[in-house]
């Protein structure tokens, strides 16, 4: 398996040599570039794509969380890693669904404690299947999408899994990738509440196109759907939620 790789972004020089040695000791990681200014983050993000991020709060440029929200825009599914000597940022961290907050000065078993879990994770995500069809529910209404092709009509029963990505709106079915312009948060409107949950601030699921879930992060959990190899993200108080459509 090739390694995953990580991104350190702080403003201290010292605490990023610390976190590059602690990843030397992760199995399976190697840290593919530093920074100590926000903006930069954001740009070594988009040129690098790593696996993993490790992210200050208080920088120069833009802030950590600010940094995160970026980053997140371009792909909901990277492991953030808020590692700060301020508690308080804690909150902004559970909102953006970070996969863990470090405490500084932290141990480094608790770090390396991190990575393990991240491995477990990513692993499992990776060697998952899509899994066997389901037939689509007939009678429902088709979704008219604009985008930079023309019009896509999409019937709702076929709609998968709708997230952010690159900064744009993406639709799956089990054959077809959409990209449009328009928010997920104008789409969900248009679509069948009783179909379709918004799981996370950048996933909305097709319902009955659920089929396992499993834990990812402190708090969030993975969603594997039904005839796609592309999976969600939903929160512990989405997971509430959804629990109580099953029941």
């Not at 970026?70 to 940022?89: G, S």
Request: charge should be negative; proline fraction near 4%; include cysteine.
């Amino acid at each position: 398996m090739s390694e995953r790789t990580v991104l350190i972004v702080d403003d201290q020089p010292d605490m990023r040599r610390i976190l590059a040695k602690i990843t030397e000791k992760a199995p399976g990681f190697t840290v593919v570039g530093e920074s100590g200014d926000g903006e930069q983050a954001v740009a070594l993000y988009e040129e690098l794509r790593p696996d993993v991020v490790f992210l200050d709060v208080e920088m120069p440029g833009i802030s950590g969380v600010d940094c995160a929200r970026r980053i997140i825009d371009i792909n909901p599914r990277v492991c953030l890693i808020f590692a700060t000597a301020h508690e308080q940022y804690m909150k902004d961290a559970f909102e953006l669904y970070a996969f863990d907050y470090l405490l500084k000065p932290f141990d480094i078993e608790r770090a390396l404690e991190t990575y393990r879990r991240i491995a477990q994770t990513l692993s499992r995500s990776q060697l998952s299947q899509a899994a066997p069809a389901q037939p689509s529910v007939p009678g429902l209404n088709k979704l008219m999408i604009r985008h930079r092709e023309g019009v896509s009509l999409v019937d709702m029963a076929d709609i998968i899994l709708v997230q952010r990505e690159e900064r744009s709106t993406v639709i799956y079915t089990a054959d077809e990738r959409i990209v449009t312009s328009e928010t997920l948060s104008d789409l969900h409107k248009r679509l069948d509440q009783t179909l379709f949950f918004r799981s996370h601030k950048s996933y909305i699921i097709n319902l009955t196109m659920v089929h396992k879930i499993y834990p990812y992060g402190r708090w969030t959990y993975i969603v594997k759907l039904r005839n796609l190899r592309q999976d969600a993200l939903v929160t512990y108080d989405k997971m509430t939620e959804m629990e109580k459509v099953f029941k």
